[in-house]
């Protein structure tokens, strides 16, 4: 089975801080998804790579950035983070994309104060 | 682009009874259709995914309906029990850049 790791799983920081969310996937998938989860609005997408030093941008990717750096692992960027971005972040990954199941991780709650 | 709206937002149901989820799509280009099921702290776990040939899934106790021509999708859960509770979310895909989550139902299924 799928299995896609992140860590920290919980997260505090100070507004204008820097935080990495790390995400790693282990069964070879090609594409990997940083969603954020907020009450009142879902899943959205912030950003997705469908290969290591692949990034595309997706719904919602102002105030991050996000690195592909091996097949296995993909980092979400808050170089400035804002309370506006504490939320529950989930990474998750696929073989392809249209049509192709994702396997998520656990979450990582962020809290921005 | 694709807008997915779930709902109710909130279901009780007593044990033994059905619970019933609906979502409608906006892309007639939706060809991927999935329900996931977030359990407390943890991911989204794929319940069943449909493709756009198929009007009716069943899966141990579960029942998805796809009406393409009202663009509306539905999730039957038939006798619910205690570890039914959870966030259920409904989820489309269209184009290659992945899912458009509906809001949830968060379900709640009483003795």
């Known amino acids: 089975e799928a299995a896609v790791t992140q860590s920290p799983r919980n997260k505090v920081t100070v507004t204008g801080g820097n935080v990495t969310l790390s995400c790693r996937q282990t069964?070879?998938?090609?594409?990997m998804y940083w969603y954020r989860q907020d009450t009142g609005h879902g899943l959205r997408l912030i950003h997705y790579s469908y290969g290591a030093g692949n990034l595309q941008i997706g719904d919602v990717p102002d105030g991050y950035k996000a690195t592909r750096t091996t097949q296995e692992d993909f980092f979400l960027l808050l170089e400035l983070a804002s309370p506006s971005q504490t939320s529950l972040y989930f990474c998750?990954?696929?073989?392809?994309?249209?049509?192709?199941?994702?396997?998520f991780g656990e979450g990582s709650r962020l809290i921005v104060v | 682009g694709e807008q997915v709206e779930q709902r109710p937002p909130h279901l009780s149901v007593r044990e033994g009874d059905s619970a019933f989820i609906i979502c409608t799509y906006t892309d007639s280009a939706t060809a991927y259709f999935y329900w996931y099921k977030q359990e407390p702290g943890a991911g989204l776990q794929l319940l069943m995914s449909?493709?756009?040939?198929?009007d009716r899934k069943e899966e141990q106790g579960l029942t998805v309906l796809l009406n393409k021509k009202d663009k509306r999708l539905s999730l039957n859960l038939t006798a619910a029990h205690p570890g039914d509770s959870a966030v259920y979310f409904c989820?489309?895909?269209?184009?290659?850049?992945?899912?458009?989550f509906g809001l949830g139902t968060r379900v709640s299924v009483f003795p």
């Open positions: 998750a990954s696929s073989e392809g994309t249209l049509g192709n199941t994702l396997y």
């Open positions: 449909v493709f756009s040939n198929v």
């Open positions: 069964n070879s998938h090609n594409y």
């Open positions: 989820a489309v895909s269209a184009y290659a850049q992945g899912l458009t």
